[in-house]
């Protein structure tokens, strides 16, 4: 987190042949990552983890082109993606953030996904009722089994007394040069 640069590690990645690239970094870096290989020409299958897809974000400041053929998975619904473009959800969301957070990129991921985790909360908090302690606070995050607007068909959020993990169903999707399409089913339980 503190190197200026990832050159040293990417040259390192490249001369060991590795064929095969798990990229699992911060916004920033993700950028870095991708630009990176494309001036080294580096291009092992290149897995993005979910948290630096955004294309306002990362994929435009590494260059959309570098970006193309990156596999990632997805469980909200990507503002860049044009089968949303007349989602209702989509449009309620862009309302949204036009009206109560107007600086906000509406191609960045990141600005669905605080949204939706808003949600989850306000939903949490609300089945607490008066009763906002951590303990039943707690408690309500741990029994959950619900739909969100902006999650992908297929995908819900759950969550059970020994299972703190909400999302655990995602698509797969590949970078082409303006936008993650999805591939294949759902996967997840």
């Known amino acids: 987190m503190t190197d200026p640069t990832v050159d040293s590690q990417l040259l390192s990645l490249k001369a060991s042949g590795a064929d095969t690239f798990f990229n699992i970094t911060t916004p920033k870096f993700a950028a870095m990552v991708i630009k990176k290989n494309a001036d080294i020409g580096w291009k092992p299958v290149h897995y993005l983890n979910n948290v630096s897809i955004s294309v306002s974000s990362v994929m435009q400041p590494a260059g959309l082109e570098n970006g193309i053929g990156i596999i990632t998975s997805q469980f909200i619904k990507d503002p860049t993606d044009p089968q949303w473009a007349n989602d209702p959800a989509m449009k309620e969301w862009t309302e ?3 009206k109560y957070n107007k600086d906000v990129n509406l191609a960045d991921a990141n600005g669905v996904y605080g949204y939706s985790v808003t949600q989850t909360l306000v ?18 995050a741990a029994s959950l089994d619900m739909n969100l607007p902006m999650l992908l068909p297929g995908v ?3 969550t059970g007394p020994d299972d703190f993990y909400p999302v655990e169903r995602e ?15 759902v996967y997840g339980r």
């Open 123 to 140: 939903h949490v908090l609300k089945m607490c009722g008066d009763n906002l302690t951590r303990e039943n606070i707690m408690k309500q």
């Open 96 to 98: 949204f953030m036009k």
């Open 171 to 185: 698509r797969l999707a590949k970078f082409d040069g303006k936008t993650w399409v999805q591939f294949g089913k």
């Open 156 to 158: 819900n959020l759950k």
